[in-house]
């Protein structure tokens, strides 16, 4: 079994560097980890039960075990044993190791985890939003503002960093808690990356940059920064800002993200707005009319959308037109549109 010390959680939203962070710390023989463990979700969701759906009907078979928990009084031994099964699970070959956890989406339940393990150890992991959205776009949607490909990750940008940055705003001043950025480590790896070697106070040398030499987190998940080598790359981080440029519908949507995240959070978070893309673009108030291209989960969304502001939308086309010509600026915003009310529906 580890000690709940030598937990690590590596804290952030996917496509933020995690997995270049987690090689450059495990890259030693003080710490042990694979390449995302998964472990946490599956076992806590009982404490989170709207993050689940089953043929069953998951949320009333946890209010059932919830009940049966609290008329045995056995809230309390279920934690405590669930706890000692995941330090369990979290097998280390040597006593002193350390165990590195680096599940992305675990940014759906850190209150539990911090709960569960208020020993562990938390390495908050920051990006630039943008350019997280962009490799997200980049990696997963096809390059292209199409609402079928976005669905599948759009809690990751919309709502993965309120809950980071919730998580730093509760905890980040405890001495079990670190917080670094992507852009720091890219510029400066040799002193960002030893300030955290010293704070886990674990030996560091030059030796942990050959990333080559660490197969530790090879792995069915997680990205292979092995081969992208980004530490040689520091002058192409910002790639993704001249791409906008070149697609006005991409523009624009990542003009919509910056009206979400607001100012004020931006800031908080670390980071600036969009600056010269925005100055770069004619941009007015869109109106309630598009047309997407969309599957038939975001039609019925649209459809919604637009019968409740009083428009009639034809039916018979494979995507939903209602005018013919599409406005790139209206299609970013609609899509938006939809993300927000499909998390709004899952929440």
Request: hydrophobic share 40%; glycine share 4%; with cysteine.
């Amino acid at each position: 079994m580890i000690e709940e010390s030598k937990l690590i959680f590596i804290i952030s939203q996917p496509r933020a560097g995690s997995t270049l962070l987690q090689k450059l710390i495990s890259n030693n023989e003080m710490v042990d980890t694979v390449s995302e463990p998964w472990l946490l979700l599956p076992l806590l969701h009982n404490y989170k039960p709207e993050l689940i759906r089953a043929k069953y009907n998951s949320k009333l078979a946890i209010e059932g075990f919830t009940d049966y928990l609290k008329k045995k009084r056995l809230n309390g031994l279920f934690k405590m044993e669930l706890k000692r099964l995941i330090l369990e699970l979290y097998t280390v070959n040597k006593k002193e190791q350390y165990f590195i956890d680096k599940t992305p989406r675990n940014y759906e339940i850190l209150p539990e985890i911090i709960e569960f393990f208020p020993k562990a150890k938390f390495i908050v992991l920051k990006r630039d939003l943008f350019a997280s959205l962009a490799s997200m776009f980049s990696i997963w949607g096809q390059n292209k503002l199409e609402y079928k490909f976005i669905k599948p990750f759009s809690r990751d940008f919309l709502v993965a960093p309120f809950l980071v940055q919730d998580f730093c705003d509760l905890h980040g001043k405890r001495s079990n808690v670190f917080t670094v950025h992507y852009e720091n480590i890219l510029e400066d790896p040799f002193n960002e990356v030893k300030k955290i070697y010293e704070w886990l106070d674990i030996p560091f040398s030059e030796q942990v940059f050959n990333l080559n030499e660490n197969e530790k987190v090879q792995g069915m998940f997680g990205d292979d920064a092995q081969k992208k080598e980004p530490l040689k790359e520091i002058g192409k981080k910002k790639s993704w800002k001249e791409d906008l440029f070149k697609d006005k519908e991409m523009a624009f949507f990542f003009l919509e993200y910056e009206d979400r995240l607001g100012k004020e959070f931006l800031k908080k978070f670390g980071y600036e707005g969009l600056g010269e893309i925005k100055e770069g673009m004619n941009r007015s108030r869109p109106i309630q009319r598009s047309s997407l291209p969309l599957d038939n989960y975001g039609k019925r969304m649209v459809r919604s959308f637009f019968n409740f502001l009083g428009f009639d939308v034809t039916r018979r086309s494979k995507s939903i037109l209602v005018d013919q010509k599409v406005d790139p600026e209206h299609k970013a915003s609609e899509i938006m549109r939809i993300c927000l009310s499909d998390i709004d529906r899952v929440l």
